[in-house]
């Protein structure tokens, strides 16, 4: 049996790592390694974040006294900086691989947070050409965005956009065009912009809107009336009601 110390060791007991899992520092390697792929010079531009604001403190120092206060002030100052535009760098990098590939749109608005909520998978989807239109909804209503060539996307937002409208008749939705071209918004500026969305719905209101959109996605999940039946005329079999 084992005893009242032996049970409290085996609490406290620390648990196994997962080998499978990444640790902090291979994550920031990771980090540092993509953004320096896409931008060499991040590093140095980092590094010089670092001992610019050393230097502030440096000056600081001499000017109004206390030296190593100002220059650990200056470091822990240089180390947010060089942090934060190391978030830039990667930011800009992954976009950078994300370009052209089906379903970067998507990633990129499922970033969006602050009361927006996107679905889970495309709304629309043209199998031909790959086209697709995402949805996200919050206190400003509903956002489409399309993601293909502007010509091509543009018609089956319009769809999606009238075919919500009749759902949601008194909801703003609005519509946005996802890529590089002309008219388009990149990547790069798809969060900016859904924050920028004024919102003019409460919570009730996003809540009432979801419950609705969730009815009009399970209508559109249906399978299509084949083509050459008309629902309206088809009449039953009689004999085979009748067992003949």
Not at 61 to 70: N, P, S, Y
Request: include cysteine.
């Amino acid at each position: 049996m084992s005893t009242d110390s032996e049970k409290r060791r085996g609490l406290f007991k620390r648990r196994p790592k997962d080998p499978n899992k990444t640790g902090r520092l291979a994550q920031m390697k990771q980090v540092v390694q993509l953004a320096r792929r896409h931008n060499p010079a991040s590093v140095w531009l980092m590094a010089a974040a670092i001992v610019g604001c050393i230097g502030l403190g440096v000056i600081a120092g001499f000017v109004f006294g206390a030296m190593w206060l100002w220059v650990i002030f200056g470091l822990l100052l240089g180390v947010f900086l060089a942090l934060f535009m190391l978030g830039r760098f990667a930011e800009t990098a992954a976009f950078e691989e994300m370009r052209g590939q089906p379903g970067s749109i998507g990633a990129v608005l499922n970033t969006a947070r602050r009361g927006w909520l996107m679905d889970e998978q495309p709304i629309a989807v043209d199998p031909r050409t790959r086209d697709l239109v995402y949805r996200s909804t919050g206190k400003g209503g509903v956002i489409l965005f399309s993601e293909g060539p502007k010509n091509r996307s543009a018609k089956m937002l319009a769809k999606e956009k009238k075919r919500h409208e009749r759902v949601l008749p008194n909801v703003p939705i609005h519509t946005f065009q996802g890529g590089e071209g002309d008219e388009q918004i990149p990547m790069s500026r798809i969060v900016k912009t859904v924050h920028q969305v004024p919102r003019p719905l409460n919570k009730a209101e996003v809540l009432a809107v979801r419950k609705r959109l969730t009815a009009l996605g399970s209508m559109t999940t249906r399978p299509p009336i084949p083509k050459g039946i008309d629902p309206m005329r088809a009449r039953p079999d009689r004999k085979a009601l009748r067992g003949r």
